[in-house]
Nanobody, 126 residues
Framework: QVQPVESGGGLVQAGGSLRLSCAAS????????MAWFRRAPGKEREFVAA????????YYADSVKGRFTISRDNAKNTIYLHLNSLKPEDTAVYYC???????????????????WGQGTQVTVSS
């Protein structure tokens, strides 16, 4: 059993930066892909970024590519999402998710993930 817990959200002005953390309790071995999704008000949950178990492969939504960076520290069972050049449209609840042995085709699919955190709010003011 893996329980992700997000932290680091908050209110920031457009153009600013935040760092989100996701600490996963339980054993998240190098086979666990970890991902960030987000849900904006009135919209469906969408993929943001994912990182392979070893950290060697990363995946991004086009809307955040070049602005957000995902990383992980397996020794701490923690992943991070660095959000730079934030825009008001990045306002959302950000969720951390985990999946053991996921295929590349499913990495961007939220229902493919087994474990979810409660989310952390990111609000970007204009």
């Amino acid at each position: 059993q893996v329980q992700p817990v997000e932290s680091g959200g908050g209110l920031v002005q457009a153009g600013g930066s935040l760092r989100l953390s996701c600490a996963a309790s339980g054993r998240t071995s190098s086979t666990y892909t970890m991902a960030w999704f987000r849900r904006a008000p009135g919209k469906e949950r969408e993929f943001v970024a994912a990182i392979s178990g070893s950290g060697s492969s990363t995946y991004y939504a086009d809307s955040v590519k070049g602005r957000f960076t995902i990383s992980r520290d397996n020794a701490k069972n923690t992943i991070y999402l660095h959000l730079n050049s934030l825009k008001p449209e990045d306002t959302a609840v950000y969720y951390c998710a985990a999946k053991n042995f996921i295929g590349i085709a499913a990495i961007r699919v939220d229902r493919a993930y087994d474990y979810w955190g409660q989310g952390t709010q990111v609000t970007v003011s204009s």
